[in-house]
């Protein structure tokens, strides 16, 4: 295997190695967080009764998402996707292609640090200023990115733990409210709210796209195709039945009135009546352990790809300092959570994953016009 | 490997020094620091005098005027009848005198003379007749000095340039005797003593293949301590057993070494609050851990072996899973695993849900919480803290104190300062309930060092809690769990199995497979076998009419 011009590929040191079953819960981590959230409240205006359907509609994107990054990785196996674009591209290209690329991830983690500051200084710590929340969700960020890939792709392995917990009490709460007969008819306006509810929705599982930048810590491409895949999958379908749940549970229009219609919901469940008034508080903090998790992967993906566009072998001096920007700039964000929401699920998402989808499709083409790497490989 | 010119000049040095410091045999004694022991083999062999004075001298000087250090000049009648001087030397203290005597002296002058018609017939490299079982030829003193201070007793001939070890040993060791800190109800009762060949004796019983191999090793220049490491071939991997040979060569120390030492100086991370080297005093325990691939190391003079790699799931596991019904096995781990959560968490979550998330308490069980509070000085966190420090003293102390002591601090601990604590609203009641549970939790952990390993984490969890709830929990928790995940103990994840895990890995987890359904060894060691079993091996009774008696009641 040899880089454009004959140059040999990147020197690469030792790096740690995830599985499948790790890549699965990593991918997860990305999309289920803010998903489960904000997503039915956002189909719901959009795509009204018909938005449970347009998530559906979205969660095809996951598929060309998979194709494209197993494809890459296969032939330009065991690179990031920073070290892949210098290879398919030339050297400058492939740094400001990269440099594009880390920009978008530094968005979405900007948005994902603001609403986790929202969301758990609305529910929990009211009287807590948001930047403590965002100081401290960023400090365990540090520390996850610190250790690497590997222990946050582990630390979201047992993060799954937290999603039963979430369910456990979000599902009971919704059954008794649930009438199916609220989440018809659907296309009776037409197909313009389903395809715009498609459209938001599949800004939230595209996501997954950003595990091309751990594309080299996979066994194989094929580990690299099971996990977006199966991210893509999972996150779709709690994600879905979420929406789903909602939305016949109070109607479209009911979910579109609230900024996160779940915990809304989950405050009427009285399981713990006789030894906790509120269980809400539990859900947020079931999570939070994801959100966590999430940020601590996010840090780690723009470390890594700043680093990659640097030059630099170790990414682990430039956590500290990129998180403290991104901690910094997620705090200028809209002051208010609506705002917010509006402005992060509808424009940024979307926009953003799109965006860097496009960049690595960009990427894919060019290896292939220019018959580079391994052909074959990882099929 | 790097060219460094100043170790290098150095151990040039060593050898020229050392070269002429250490004569050939049959010169005058050496210097006592010969006796260093060099793992890269630095320094010349230092080899026995072919004399018996040079021997005797060399011993003396080495040894010195110790009391208990017995010289003793005699008569050997050897092979075609020709009488030669010879020199006894043990120390009293630690050598059999009888065995010395009988097996010895007594062999090698008056038996000897008895049967001097047939010694001629002896093999010339046999040229001596002692009845002790394992004897020997050494010609290094290192190794002589050993097995003196061993309680071996060396023989030395006059013209020969080695000495006899005859294995002697008389000291008394303690008897076999059951675990105190791991023991079972169901389970064997026997566990590992201060002498490691009953030590060796044991793990043999309980692994009969000609595939365990024991590796020596001395280790500490001034105190030699004997460290075993044994696996079985094939199945613990080939560069594990060489990476802990290589960790353990690299030890220089002065010092005596017990296990606890060793296991500090081969961990890979050594500040690490939670045990990444496993300490047992089961042979059970350690025959296991080999069948599974692991490495076990034995210490001489310490009743434990230490068990590599070392994983989460040993370290919450008991002995006593593996001797009751599986079943019942999942039962208790399940609730194992439920008191580490409530011990690592109980007091936090106390802290949290009475300072930050009163509303999500019942109106009534609040206000009674608050009612028991009333006039209680301190905050809940500080209440927590220094409950927790409290309960902590009373542990330790209770554990320094010889045992029926050690039961009227528990008593004074849980009633007097508790129940006094209380009425003088110091603590609120719900506080020692808190703690109460704290306790009960933290002793069904099995292990004293995970038990050990708990406190701190409980109090990152509990100040983490008191400053921002239940969200600050969830924060350390995360923090702690990333630290945890970051561990491996000789390359093996910390958190295995619980991650990374395989489906196999998961029968012997919470969830604790029949002995017959557990057909693959642990996915991350013994990967050259890792069948225990060809397939799994269901009980199928014969079908009812084949049975004894014509089978079941007619229907």
């Given at each position: ?27 997860t981590c990305l999309a289920w967080p803010t998903a489960v959230l904000y997503l039915p409240s956002v189909v719901a205006s959009e795509g009204r009764e018909n938005g449970w359907l347009g998530v559906l509609l979205g969660g095809v994107a996951v598929i060309p998402i998979t194709l494209l990054l197993a494809a890459l990785a296969g032939r330009l196996p065991r690179l990031g996707l920073v070290d892949q674009a210098g290879v398919a591209l030339g050297r400058w290209m492939g740094k400001v292609v990269g440099g594009l690329f880390v920009l978008g991830t530094g968005v979405l983690t900007i948005y994902a640090l603001r609403a986790g500051v929202e ?58 409210m649930f009438d199916a007969r609220r989440l018809f008819p659907v296309l009776a306006e037409g197909p313009g709210p389903l395809l715009r509810s498609a459209g938001v929705s599949a800004g939230f599982w595209g996501q997954v796209i950003l595990l091309a930048m751990s594309a080299e810590s996979f066994h194989a491409p094929s580990a690299l195709r099971a996990a977006t895949l199966g991210a893509g999958a999972g996150s779709l379908l709690v994600g879905w039945l979420m929406v789903v749940l909602a939305q016949g549970a109070a109607g479209w229009y009911g979910v579109s009135r609230f900024a996160m219609p779940a915990i809304e919901v989950v405050r ?112 | ?555």
């Amino acid at each position: 295997m040899k880089g454009s011009a004959g140059r040999p590929l990147p020197a690469r040191r030792p790096r740690s190695q995830i599985s499948a079953t790790e890549g699965i819960a990593l991918g997860t981590c990305l999309a289920w967080p803010t998903a489960v959230l904000y997503l039915p409240s956002v189909v719901a205006s959009e795509g009204r009764e018909n938005g449970w359907l347009g998530v559906l509609l979205g969660g095809v994107a996951v598929i060309p998402i998979t194709l494209l990054l197993a494809a890459l990785a296969g032939r330009l196996p065991r690179l990031g996707l920073v070290d892949q674009a210098g290879v398919a591209l030339g050297r400058w290209m492939g740094k400001v292609v990269g440099g594009l690329f880390v920009l978008g991830t530094g968005v979405l983690t900007i948005y994902a640090l603001r609403a986790g500051v929202e969301m758990v200084g609305l529910l929990t710590l009211p009287r807590t200023p948001p930047w403590v929340l965002a100081v401290v969700i960023t400090l365990q960020g540090v520390v996850g990115a610190w250790f690497g890939l590997e222990v946050v792709a582990r630390a979201a392995v047992l993060a799954f733990l937290s999603v039963g917990v979430v369910l456990v009490f979000l599902v009971p709460g919704f059954i008794p409210m649930f009438d199916a007969r609220r989440l018809f008819p659907v296309l009776a306006e037409g197909p313009g709210p389903l395809l715009r509810s498609a459209g938001v929705s599949a800004g939230f599982w595209g996501q997954v796209i950003l595990l091309a930048m751990s594309a080299e810590s996979f066994h194989a491409p094929s580990a690299l195709r099971a996990a977006t895949l199966g991210a893509g999958a999972g996150s779709l379908l709690v994600g879905w039945l979420m929406v789903v749940l909602a939305q016949g549970a109070a109607g479209w229009y009911g979910v579109s009135r609230f900024a996160m219609p779940a915990i809304e919901v989950v405050r009427s469940v009285r399981v713990l009546l006789p030894l906790l008034e509120r269980v809400d508080v539990l859900v947020v903090i079931g999570w939070t352990a994801m959100g966590f998790v999430q940020m601590a992967w996010l840090l780690w993906a723009c470390a890594r790809g700043v680093a990659r566009v640097l030059g630099l072998v170790d990414s682990r001096p430039l956590v500290m300092p990129l998180a403290a920007v991104l901690c910094a700039l997620s705090l200028t964000n809209p002051e208010d959570l609506v705002t917010l929401i509006l402005v992060w699920t509808r424009t940024v998402v979307p926009l953003v994953t799109a965006g860097l989808a496009g960049l690595v499709a960009l990427v894919w083409l060019v290896t292939a016009l220019r018959d580079l790497g391994v052909r074959g490989a990882g099929r | 490997m790097p060219f460094r010119p100043v170790q290098y000049l150095r151990r040039l040095a060593r050898r020229h020094f050392a070269a002429q410091d250490l004569p050939d045999a049959g010169e005058g004694p050496p210097p006592a620091d010969c006796l260093r022991v060099e793992a890269e083999g630095e320094y010349a062999p230092c080899r026995v005098y072919r004399h018996l004075d040079d021997n005797e001298k060399w011993l003396r000087s080495v040894l010195g005027d110790s009391s208990d250090l017995v010289l003793r000049r005699t008569q050997v009648l050897g092979p075609r009848g020709a009488w030669r001087e010879a020199l006894v030397c043990y120390m009293e203290a630690l050598a059999d005198p009888a065995a010395v005597a009988d097996a010895i002296m007594r062999a090698v002058t008056y038996e000897a003379g008895l049967l001097g018609t047939r010694l001629r017939q002896l093999p010339a490299g046999e040229p001596v007749l002692v009845h002790v079982a394992s004897v020997r030829w050494v010609r290094e003193w290192r190794e002589v000095l050993h097995g003196i201070l061993s309680g071996d007793t060396a023989l030395f001939l006059e013209g020969e340039d080695r000495a006899l070890l005859c294995a002697t040993r008389g000291f008394e060791t303690r008897a076999v005797e059951e675990p105190t800190l791991e023991s079972t109800l169901k389970g064997p009762r026997e566990g590992f003593v201060e002498s490691i060949g009953v030590n060796m004796s044991l793990l043999r019983r309980w692994v009969k293949t000609p595939r365990l191999r024991f590796r020596r090793l001395m280790l500490g220049d001034l105190v030699n301590v004997r460290v075993e490491v044994a696996y079985i071939e094939g199945l613990a991997g080939r560069e594990l057993v060489d990476e802990l040979l290589s960790r353990l060569n690299r030890i220089k120390l002065e010092d005596p070494l017990g296990s606890n030492a060793v296991a500090e100086f081969i961990s890979d991370t050594p500040l690490a609050p939670v045990p990444l080297v496993l300490a047992t005093e089961r042979p059970d325990r350690a025959a296991a851990a080999l069948a599974e691939g692991r490495i076990v190391i034995l210490v001489d003079n310490t009743p434990y072996a230490l068990i590599v790699p070392c994983d989460m799931g040993m370290v919450l596991a008991s002995p006593e899973d593996h001797f009751v019904n599986s079943f019942f096995a999942f039962l208790n781990r399940t609730l194992r695993l439920l008191a580490l959560i409530l011990t690592l968490t109980a007091p936090g979550l106390y802290v949290a849900l009475t300072t930050f998330h009163t509303e999500m308490l019942p109106t009534a069980f609040f206000l009674r919480l608050q009612a028991a509070r009333e006039g209680v000085p301190l905050p809940s966190l500080a209440e927590a803290v220094v409950m927790g420090v409290v309960f902590e003293l009373l542990r330790e102390a209770g554990l320094r104190m010889p045992r029926q002591v050690g039961q009227a601090i528990s008593v004074v601990g849980a009633l007097v300062i508790g129940d006094a604590a209380v009425r003088a609203a110091v603590i609120s009641p719900i506080m020692l309930v808190v703690v109460g549970i704290t306790a009960i939790t933290a002793f069904a952990i099995p292990g004293y060092v995970a038990l050990l390993a708990m406190w701190l984490p409980r109090l990152l969890f509990t100040v983490a809690a008191g400053v921002l709830g239940l969200f600050g929990l969830a924060a350390a928790v995360t923090v702690t769990v990333y630290y945890g995940l970051s561990l491996r103990s000789f390359g093996i994840p910390y958190f295995y199995p619980y991650v990374p895990s395989t489906l196999s890995d998961l029968k012997d987890l919470v969830f604790r497979a029949p002995a017959w359904a557990m057909v693959r060894r642990p996915s991350q060691l013994a990967r050259g076998e890792p069948m225990r079993m060809p397939y799994p091996q269901p009980p199928a009774p014969p079908p009812a009419g084949r049975r004894r008696g014509g089978g079941g009641a007619p229907r």
